[in-house]
């Protein structure tokens, strides 16, 4: 039987000199494998261009529930990208915000909640002209609610740690590494409790987002498992440096 789906793209592995395997976050079944054969050919209907990272898809698609790999029958990006594919700073992101999101997310079911947050989030990326340095950290502190370890914004006067391990703020030191102290904490609620719209707002210098990018790492690698080591971030902090 046939269904009509949006989809996030999150993985394009190579099958065959022609064929790939996509693993796709879909609105309707949650992450699903499709194979899709002739996407280097000149005129194939589904080009590589259409399966890059993070890129907005609407499809209809053949679904078997007991498949591993499901089919594809027609696919086409939706919205097109106005910005992210020519923005440097943008494109780098979305990289980077896809490995976080492939070692994140687990659902083979839907997910409705987390569906609309990436899908929306991606288009706010594209519509803004201007890429925001601080939108990556926004996004992964965001994302956190939807992925069941939001961060507690409860804190009291003497509290002047945030505990990454317990997700909270404490008033003593914690005793393991985990932690951070209070002006970069109170920038890491900030992240988390700010529109995009408004994250501009937010003062970070290069030094700083790079601490609290790698703070927010190690709360994802303490609150998934097998999230393992992101590598493109390293690429990212280099852009923009």
């Not at 992964?140 to 939001?150: I, V």
Request: net charge positive; proline share 4%.
């Amino acid at each position: 039987m046939l269904h009509k789906t949006r989809g996030i793209v999150l993985k394009t592995t190579l099958y065959s000199e022609s064929s790939v395997v996509v693993q796709i976050f879909t609105e309707k079944f949650g992450i699903q494998s499709y194979m899709i054969n002739g996407v280097k050919k000149p005129r194939a209907k589904i080009s590589m261009n259409m399966l890059q990272p993070l890129h907005l898809v609407d499809m209809i698609v053949y679904h078997k529930t007991n498949s591993n790999i499901q089919r594809v029958s027609e696919l086409r990006p939706s919205p097109v990208f106005s910005t992210i594919p020519y923005d440097i700073i943008k494109s780098t992101m979305v990289i980077f915000l896809n490995e976080v999101l492939y070692k994140s997310i687990r659902q083979q079911t839907t997910d409705d909640n987390l569906f609309h947050f990436i899908f929306n989030a991606v288009c706010w990326l594209d519509a803004h002209k201007a890429a925001n340095v601080n939108f990556h950290l926004s996004f992964l502190l965001k994302l956190s609610r939807f992925l069941g370890f939001a961060p507690s914004t409860q804190t009291k006067s003497d509290q002047s740690y945030f505990d990454l391990q317990e997700g909270e703020f404490k008033s003593n030191t914690p005793v393991h590494p985990h932690f951070l102290e209070k002006t970069e904490a109170m920038l890491f609620i900030s992240l988390f409790a700010t529109p995009f719209e408004k994250i501009n707002e937010i003062k970070i210098d290069n030094n700083t987002r790079r601490i609290i990018l790698d703070k927010i790492l190690i709360y994802y690698a303490l609150h998934t498992a097998s999230f393992g080591e992101i590598k493109s971030h390293q690429v990212l902090e280099d852009v923009l440096s």
